[in-house]
């Protein structure tokens, strides 16, 4: 038999889980296959040398409708996971089973120092 304690911490769990499921499935519609962070930091001894990081990457749209208005937004972050900037790509109209190459970036003398990055889709 399974005492009053347990059942609160099971209800609790199963919840959390129903939350997540909830959350995952209400997505932007179409998805991000693969991505990738480059940074690059242009030559030059001046605090105002701009550098620039990239991320690139293909989405897809699964269903079987165009979704319209898509768009990428991405959140730079360095090694502190202080925020460096945010880029976005957009797109008026994807495609059912159509791919989209984009490529997101922001430009500025401390852009180099990007590690790591959220990468967020959506469409209106």
Do not use: H
């Amino acid at each position: 038999m399974m005492t009053a304690s347990r059942r609160y911490i099971l209800i609790f769990f199963l919840s959390l889980l129903i939350v997540n499921l909830i959350a995952c499935s209400s997505g932007s519609g179409f998805r991000i296959l693969k991505n990738e962070l480059t940074v690059r930091q242009f030559p030059g001894n001046s605090p105002l040398t701009q550098s620039m990081a990239a991320v690139t990457g293909t989405a897809t749209n699964p269903g079987e409708s165009a979704i319209e208005e898509c768009v990428i937004t991405v959140i730079f972050y360095d090694d502190e996971k202080n925020k460096l900037g945010t880029g976005t790509a957009t797109r008026p109209s994807l495609g059912p089973g159509e791919i989209w190459n984009f490529a997101v970036q922001i430009t500025g003398p401390d852009a180099w120092k990007a590690r790591t990055y959220d990468i967020i889709p959506s469409n209106k």
